[in-house]
């Protein structure tokens, strides 16, 4: 008679049985996985942690011994950061960098200023190689999880830039075509004010230019640290006088209570700054508005 196959009182199946035995090897073969996996994790967390020295940003009492902050900075951005005919750097940035290390360090000399791409702004900071970026840096929700940011030190915004001089208006532009960068945040800014208005897209400022120039579109919207610089290189635009939207630029300084005295004192000479009114007037001297 041909044996029956059931489950005993422990919920198992009978000892011997193929099912028994196909089990115990499922059991011992998860069983052995987990272990290989968590030890194969080890092994290469110990090596990571062995051979990837863990960088540390400096402390504000390591930087006062030191004798100067390493600040990020744009190198390509008039006004707030650019060179000049000699190569030197200047713009609104760099005197709010040089004015802190002088308040903060007693020197304005005491300052290295390492030029960066836009896509680096906020890695030189979290990954520890400046001590802080000022570098037209938005000061927004989501990036402040890698970061910390100081009070603004200006408020930047989308503007529009025109050639034609019967343009006096942001209503001037109504059913005309207004260039826009593709994606950009300025494109809801336009359809706001200007709703009847039609979007071009580009992909760069020099294209927008090439567009206004040969009349394709009658104007271009973007942001005022960097429309400023273009109307300065380029005297026969100018910038329609509504402001568009608003957004902070600050410092960005690394996250951690340790480096809580850094940004202490950052934020409050940036406070002072703002209250004497330096920071406004610095603006208005590089052309912004």
């Not at 193929?18 to 996985?33: G, K, N």
């Not at 336009?190 to 020099?206: D, H, M, T």
């Not at 300065?232 to 608003?246: A, E, G, N, V, W």
């Not at 934020?267 to 700054?273: M, Q, S």
Request: hydrophobic fraction near 45%; charged fraction near 20%.
């Amino acid at each position: 008679m041909k044996a029956e196959v059931y489950p005993n009182k422990l919920g198992g199946w009978k000892k011997g049985s193929i099912l028994h035995r196909m089990r115990v090897w499922q059991q011992y073969w998860f069983s052995s996985f987990i272990l290989y996996s968590l030890s194969f994790l080890l092994i290469v967390c110990f090596c990571f942690l062995g051979t990837v020295p863990i960088a540390s940003a400096a402390q504000m009492p390591e930087i006062q011994r030191r004798g100067y902050f390493t600040i990020a900075v744009k190198d390509n951005l008039r006004p707030l950061g650019f060179r000049d005919a000699k190569g030197n750097l200047q713009g609104l940035e760099i005197d709010l960098a040089q004015r802190l290390a002088s308040d903060l360090l007693g020197k304005a000399n005491a300052v290295k200023l390492k030029p960066v791409a836009n896509r680096d702004r906020l890695s030189v900071v979290f990954n520890n190689q400046v001590d802080f970026a000022i570098a037209r840096v938005t000061a927004t929700e989501s990036r402040s999880r890698l970061v910390s940011f100081s009070v603004p030190y200006y408020f930047d915004g989308s503007y529009v830039v025109v050639k034609d001089t019967g343009m006096q208006r942001i209503n001037d532009l109504a059913k005309r075509k207004i260039a826009v960068l593709n994606n950009s945040t300025t494109i809801a800014d336009i359809k706001y004010y200007v709703p009847n208005a039609e979007l071009v897209g580009v992909k760069s400022y020099e294209e927008a230019r090439e567009k206004i120039e040969s009349d394709a579109v009658s104007a271009f919207a973007a942001d005022a640290s960097v429309l400023s610089g273009w109307v300065q290189q380029y005297p026969q635009y100018r910038l329609l006088p509504t402001k568009l939207s608003t957004a902070p630029l600050s410092v960005v300084m690394p996250k951690g209570l340790q480096y809580d005295d850094l940004r202490l004192q950052v934020n409050g000479a940036i406070a002072r700054y703002i209250d004497e009114g330096w920071l406004k007037q610095r603006a208005q001297d590089w052309g912004l508005p």
